[in-house]
């Protein structure tokens, strides 16, 4: 089988495709055709040594994929042949996948493999965020920045099913025509969107921000909280970890909350199958539609890696086997 393989920690340009094994599931794994994988961050910061975790090389990247069960335990609810999406945490971009039978989901009829792979990472992310952490309750204002990537369309998406006001931030216009295809109920630049905040909201500021990106907006993000607000910090694509004076927050009434969903959910079994049961009836109805950016062949798997790498992704870039 192919897969793709980090054998030095020198980022996209030193990804390879090799020919390997196939894989052999032990008893209780599910093995999976893989028919398309996502391209997430963690993949990137894997190649260059990174992340918090660090396997020993080489290792075979990707973390989420949909695709066709090949076997399965006999007392697993999956069978040959299912069509499924799967949180494979590493492994994932090679032609055949293991999973742990609780990080298996099944994949509705009409959801295309393409956008099967967008779900587990950033639907799940989203809603945990959102939801679990954030609190979120309908009505309410949501900020969302990076809103044109997999995160951020993903997180637009949540806010606006469950009955939220969605506003994206963006860089550039042609990343606002990407937040609003995802549903976006407004849509702003990132180098003034404390200014536009006052503006949309008449000085009250949002409920809830949505941080995948970090860097130098943390700060303005505080200021555009109302009271009561909550600031999700995701991530740090910006590559800058900020820091924030816990004053502030005790003088605004503001809480800045983690989250940190692949940690807190596959430490808890059964916690996947209830965010999946949840997010069925939106992608039923439409209301979850993963917005799909650039698709390459697993051959290119460093050039998809690249494009995230540059910040020019928008929606979600996938893999196709």
């Not at 499924?84 to 055949?96: I, K, M, P, S």
């Not at 959102?130 to 044109?148: C, D, I, N």
């Amino acid at each position: 089988m192919r897969a793709v393989l980090v054998e030095r920690l020198d980022g996209p340009d030193a990804v390879v495709v090799r020919d390997v094994p196939d894989l052999e599931p032990s008893p209780t794994e599910i093995l999976i055709d893989v028919k398309a994988a996502g391209v997430s961050f963690p993949d990137l910061l894997l190649s260059s040594g990174l992340y918090q975790v660090k396997p020993p090389l080489p290792f075979t990247l990707g973390t989420e994929v949909s695709g066709v069960v090949r076997r399965a335990p006999a007392d697993s609810q999956f069978s040959p042949g299912d069509h499924v999406v799967a949180f494979t945490g590493l492994g994932g971009f090679a032609d055949l996948a293991l999973a742990d039978p609780e990080a298996v989901l099944p994949l509705p009829g009409g959801v295309s493999f393409s956008a099967g792979a967008a779900l587990p990472m950033n639907y799940l992310t989203a809603h945990f965020a959102l939801m679990r952490r954030g609190r979120l309750k309908h009505g309410e204002t949501v900020l969302v920045h990076g809103a044109a990537g997999g995160v951020g369309t993903a997180s637009v998406q949540i806010a606006r099913a469950y009955g939220a006001r969605a506003v994206a931030v963006v860089s550039t216009a042609a990343k606002g025509d990407v937040a609003r295809r995802a549903g976006a109920d407004e849509v702003v630049l990132a180098d003034r969107f404390l200014d536009s905040v006052h503006e949309l909201t008449d000085g009250a500021g949002v409920d809830v921000i949505l941080d995948p990106v970090g860097g130098a907006r943390f700060a303005d993000s505080l200021r555009a909280l109302a009271p009561e607000g909550r600031l999700l910090v995701v991530g740090f694509t910006a590559g800058e970890i900020p820091t924030v004076r816990v004053n502030r927050l005790l003088l605004a009434n503001i809480s800045v909350v983690g989250v940190a969903w692949g940690a807190f959910a596959l430490g808890r079994p059964g916690f996947l199958q209830h965010q999946w049961q949840e997010l069925l009836p939106f992608l039923h109805s439409g209301a979850i539609d993963p917005v799909l950016g650039s698709s390459y062949p697993v051959e290119e798997a460093g050039l998809a890696l690249r494009e995230l790498a540059e910040r020019r992704a928008t929606g979600k870039l996938t893999l196709n086997f």
